[in-house]
């Protein structure tokens, strides 16, 4: 055995070890992998994963910036020969380049020209491999959700901070103008307190995370069904939950991970409030019985506020439907003196105390402006959402990042916090119990247990 072999031989064993799960993670050590950039050095990228997010969005994001930034793809790892070979195919169209086409992560990171990568895989493999990839040295972009349970949450966030590697997560709100200007404005005082907020993603899509296609066309000996389940439960091969893996627990909570950790995300950032207080839930497949276990329909109630003085606070209503798309995608703030509206993408009286209401009790007439914030960036609710403009600035802010070593807009705390109200989402959704998070232990609890699967 050459010494290579050995010793590859033993970082996997010592990650097994270390993590506690069977999916071939490796403990690089950063200082045998990170180096330095210099302003001059290219960056090469490695993909994990060519999903349609990477097609759609990721690739094209980075692409607009590679020439200025001095980035360029290398390589790409994935367990399905197709996506190799469609990602082979996609990078020499859109980028010019021929790149490596890796079987697994392994060998991505055995290779010398990878000095960061994209992570565009199943939801609830995100986080391991963003483990994976700061443990071997290389920054991450990782797509959202950060992670689906708390063990898997509290194992990224640590290796990010421990490895001290640059990490966004894909919350790209916190790139977007206008979305800056509705937290300058908050954090300002401006605003006055947050009494409530409203928040809903409705779409009328039966196919919305569907790949009927693709299901008939895949075979269980062209990837590697094992290695995809990762730490899950092992079942035998079933291709709808490898491609449609978004329908399907534990592999995605589904509508909370998706498209609630975006919208949830801004509460956190606009108030500086790590996680709800408490979480209830309710929700169902009400019309698509297509064999699915995730809801197409629910509502989640929020309590937020300070976690050490229950006196103060304010209520998140979110609610999504896949059956009807009337009211669309909306997050508004309302304070008592009006409405900070992300959609019309404006701050209004609208609500606001009124002075005939005000000097019934004494007090002074309360309104906000009118006002405007920056320019709106569209939320695209289409399967495939393209290059927009908040995901190329959210993409270029990690570029920066990576050369600067700077904190990036949307840092591991993000998604560490994000997650924790996806999973005490799930918790209440899969439970039908008043969900709340243990501090001490970092984990969330449904009717007094502890919540994963």
């Not at 980028?95 to 939801?123: F, H, M, P, Q």
């Not at 105390?353 to 004494?362: F, P």
């Amino acid at each position: 055995m050459t010494n290579d072999q050995s010793r590859r031989d033993f970082l996997k064993k010592s990650a097994l070890t270390t993590a506690g799960i069977g999916f071939g993670a490796m403990a690089f050590s950063p200082k045998s992998y990170g180096r330095i950039l210099g302003a001059n050095d290219r960056v090469n990228v490695g993909i994990v994963g060519f999903s349609d997010r990477c097609r759609g969005a990721l690739v094209p994001a980075m692409q607009i910036h590679a020439k200025e930034m001095n980035f360029q793809f290398t390589a790409v790892s994935d367990i399905w020969s197709r996506r190799r070979d469609e990602a082979q195919a996609f990078v020499k169209e859109r980028a010019g380049v021929d790149i490596a086409a890796c079987r697994n992560n392994e060998e991505l990171y055995d290779r010398k020209d990878v000095d960061v990568v994209i992570i565009s895989t199943a939801d609830f493999q995100h986080a391991l491999h963003c483990k994976e990839a700061v443990e071997a040295g290389r920054d991450a972009y990782v797509e959202k959700p950060f992670a689906e349970t708390m063990a898997d949450n509290r194992a990224a966030k640590e290796a990010v901070l421990r490895t001290g590697k640059i990490v966004q997560v894909g919350s790209q709100r916190r790139s977007g103008l206008n979305y800056h200007q509705a937290h300058d404005f908050i954090k300002a005082g401006k605003f006055g307190d947050i009494v409530a907020v409203e928040m809903t993603w409705n779409v009328n899509q039966p196919g919305r995370w569907r790949r009927a296609d693709l299901v008939n066309q895949i075979r269980k000996e062209d990837t590697d069904w094992d290695r995809y389940q990762m730490n899950r439960p092992k079942t035998d091969w079933d291709p709808r939950k490898y491609l449609e893996f978004r329908l399907f627990w534990p592999y995605s909570s589904g509508i909370p991970g998706q498209w609630m950790a975006h919208q949830i995300d801004t509460v956190h950032w606009f108030t500086d409030l790590p996680h709800p207080r408490s979480v209830a839930a309710n929700g169902g497949i009400y019309l698509w019985k297509d064999g699915r276990q995730n809801f197409d329909t629910m509502t989640a109630v929020f309590d937020y506020g300070p976690l050490n003085d229950k006196s103060k606070g304010f209520q998140v209503i979110y609610s999504s439907r896949f059956t009807n798309s009337a009211g669309g995608t909306k997050e508004i703030y309302y304070s008592n003196a009006g409405e900070l509206n992300l959609d019309t993408n404006k701050i209004s009286p609208n609500g606001g105390l009124s002075a005939n209401q005000a000097r019934a009790m004494g007090l002074k007439e309360n309104l906000l402006p009118e006002m405007a914030l920056g320019e709106a960036v569209q939320v695209e609710t289409g399967a495939n959402t393209g290059a927009d403009p908040m995901t190329s600035a959210h993409m270029r802010n990690w570029m920066e990042c990576v050369r600067s070593r700077k904190k990036p807009n949307a840092d591991v705390m993000a998604g560490y916090n994000h997650s924790i109200a996806n999973i005490m989402t799930t918790a209440a959704l899969r439970t039908g119990q008043f969900v709340t998070f243990d501090e001490e232990k970092q984990e969330v609890m449904a009717g007094g247990k502890v919540f994963q699967y």
